[in-house]
C-alpha cells in the first residue's frame, strides 16, 4: 500500500464550488505539506503543519484553507473554487530527522488533478 | 528565502549520451539539497539528496550529483541515457527542513 495517499485522484468542479482534497499518510511523519503544480512553476507550497496544532501558511495560501484532522490527515479545501485554481495538488510528508545531523527528505503522494470550470 | 534555478526547461538527450540537468542554488548558506524525477501521472520520487557528508553524490538509476560551494550548484548527471530516464526532474532546496524551496522543473526526452 502506498505510504501517501490522495483523494480524490480527479476532479472537476465548476467555479463557486466548495471543494476538498484529502491527504493520508501512514509514514508517522509529524510533517505534512500542500503544494500545487502548475506548467512552468513548478511546485509552491500552499500550506504546511508540523503537527496537529500547528498550521502555517505558504507562498501561496490566498483561497486555500487546510484541516490537520490527526497526525495521520491532512485536507486542502478550496472554499470557492476558481478557474485559476486548475493545477495538479501534492501532498507531502516528512520526518526533520535529527538535529544538526542530517534533513530528510519529503515523500509525496500521487497528486489529484483538479480542473475547475 | 531561499530559491532554486533550474536552467532549461527542457533538455533533449539520445539514448547513451550524457544527461546534464543544472541546478543552481541562491543562499550564501549551503543548504540541503535533493533531485526528484516525477513520472507522467505520479508524485515525485527522491533521486538523491546532498546533506554535506559528501560533495558527489549518487543516487537511484545510476544518477548523480557534485554539490559545488563556489559555484551555487547542484548539477544532476547520468553517463549514459536511457529511454526509461525520460520525465520532469525537479531540484529542490532546504537551509532548516521547514520548508522545501523547488525549481520550476526540467523535462527530459529521451531520443531513440
Known amino acids: 500500500d502506498a505510504d501517501v495517499t490522495q483523494t480524490p485522484r480527479n476532479r472537476i468542479t465548476k467555479t463557486g464550488k466548495r471543494i476538498m482534497l484529502e491527504c493520508s499518510q501512514t509514514k508517522g511523519h509529524d510533517r505534512m505539506y500542500w503544494y500545487r503544480q502548475d506548467p512552468g512553476l513548478g511546485l509552491r507550497l500552499i500550506y504546511y503543519s508540523f503537527d496537529v496544532k500547528d498550521i502555517n501558511k505558504g507562498e501561496i495560501s490566498d483561497g486555500y484553507s487546510v484541516s490537520r484532522q490527526a497526525q495521520a490527515k491532512f485536507s486542502l479545501s478550496l472554499e470557492s473554487a476558481i478557474p485559476n485554481q486548475t493545477a495538479l495538488y501534492f501532498c507531502?510528508?516528512?520526518?526533520?530527522?535529527?538535529?544538526?545531523?542530517?534533513?530528510?527528505?519529503?515523500?509525496f503522494g500521487p497528486g489529484t488533478r483538479l480542473t475547475v470550470l | 528565502a531561499q530559491s532554486v534555478t533550474q536552467l532549461g526547461s527542457h533538455v533533449s538527450v539520445s539514448e547513451g549520451a550524457l544527461v546534464l540537468l543544472r541546478c543552481n542554488y541562491s543562499?550564501?548558506?549551503?543548504?540541503?539539497l535533493f533531485w526528484y524525477v516525477q513520472y507522467p501521472n505520479q508524485g515525485l520520487q527522491l533521486l538523491l539528496k546532498y546533506t554535506s557528508a559528501a560533495t558527489l553524490v549518487k543516487g537511484i538509476n545510476g544518477f548523480e550529483a557534485e554539490f559545488k560551494k563556489s559555484e551555487t550548484s547542484f548539477h544532476l548527471t547520468k553517463p549514459s541515457a536511457h529511454m526509461s530516464d525520460a520525465a520532469e526532474y525537479f531540484c529542490a532546496a532546504s537551509n532548516t527542513g521547514n520548508q522545501f524551496y523547488f525549481g520550476t522543473g526540467t523535462s527530459l526526452t529521451v531520443i531513440p
Open positions: 543562499s550564501s548558506v549551503p543548504p540541503y
Open positions: 507531502a510528508t516528512s520526518d526533520p530527522g535529527l538535529a544538526g545531523e542530517t534533513l530528510n527528505e519529503q515523500f
